[in-house]
């Protein structure tokens, strides 16, 4: 007898869990969190999972509350004799803490990684991590999902006459020429310097881009600096026209800002993490499709790489 298929939602991802619960066919079922008057809180999980297989939605942006809540949530699912528990993690946090790139600092991923096994979770699904390794740090399988499901499909239907792939920077140039090879096009890229987190000292273009539209492709965007700076640089170059395609769209500081008074004529972003403000030049793709498709098929032990265009 197949077990049957319930689907959690934690605080920071909501709107996304009910789309992937009805794009799945399944209702979203409740939980609840109390919480005490010093902030600790408990989350509830409002329904039987005895032999169920749970998917609990949860992107771990910050503030840290939202990996907490995840966390009590498999540890709940668990200890309600739950067959399976999968945490489904559309913006995996903590991913920019890869490895040790200077004396005496964390690897927060791994960290995070070795906190939901030990919370009890069976399998991880998410999408675009901001360093493929991270799917080593964990002892249970993980499914690495890539937006280029979707973006792909979207980049089509643009039909831009001089479409042409860039990146901000020289570590998103892997993910630049595997968007230039399947589209058939060009590819350029940036070179910047950083004075320390989040603030560039200079930028550099290499490549050539008078004539073309330019379509700026990373996993994530922050601060908006690197991306508003390397859109501003191709339109001073002689660029048509320049737009940008980002998975995870955390947006802090000035970002928004940046954006609206930038040069970009479009931010393509997806759903993984909700918006804080609406904004004319942001275009939201939704993952949810995508997402229940793949818990389908993993429910039921079926292979998932036809998901995968690159």
């Known amino acids: 007898m197949s077990s049957k298929v319930k689907i959690f939602s934690g605080a920071a991802t909501k709107d996304l869990a009910l789309k992937i619960a009805q794009n799945y066919g399944v209702d979203l079922v409740k939980a609840s969190i109390s919480t005490f008057s010093d ?4 989350p509830s999980l409002e329904e039987s999972v005895r032999g169920a297989d749970v998917f609990i939605v949860q992107s771990t942006v910050p503030p840290t509350d939202n990996l907490f809540e995840l966390l009590l949530m498999v540890d709940a699912a668990k200890r309600a004799s739950a067959r399976r528990i999968v945490a489904v993690i559309p913006y995996f946090g903590f991913a920019r803490q890869d490895r040790k790139d200077s004396p005496r600092v ?12 030990a919370a009890g979770v069976t399998r991880v699904m998410t999408m675009d991590l901001h360093a493929d390794q991270i799917q080593g740090f964990f002892e249970v399988p993980v499914d690495h999902l890539f937006a280029s499901a979707i973006s792909i499909p979207f980049i089509k239907s643009l039909n831009l006459p001089n479409l042409i792939m860039a990146s901000p920077d020289m570590g998103g140039s892997k993910r630049a020429y595997a968007y230039a090879k399947h589209l058939q096009t060009e590819v350029v890229v940036c ?8 603030k560039i000292e200079q930028m550099f273009l290499i490549g050539d881009v008078e ?32 737009r940008a395609f980002c998975t995870h769209a955390i947006l802090s500081g000035e970002a928004y800002n940046r954006i609206e008074n930038s040069k970009l004529t479009e931010l393509i972003v997806t ?20 997402f229940a498709k793949v818990i389908y098929k993993v429910h039921n032990y079926e292979s998932i790489s036809g998901y995968f265009i690159f």
Request: charged residues 30%; glycine residues 6%; aromatic residues 2%.
């Open 39 to 42: 902030g600790e809180f408990q």
């Open 106 to 117: 964390p690897i927060g991923s791994k960290l995070v990684a070795n906190m939901l096994t």
């Open 191 to 198: 070179y910047k310097q950083r004075k320390e987190a989040n």
């Open 211 to 242: 004539g073309k539209d330019v379509l700026l492709v990373d996993d994530m965007i922050d601060t908006a600096g690197t991306l508003t700076k390397a859109a501003d640089i191709m339109i001073e170059k002689g660029a048509n026209s320049v």
């Open 271 to 290: 759903d993984t993490i909700p918006l804080k403000q609406e904004s004319k030049k942001i275009k939201v793709l939704s993952v949810s499709d995508l």
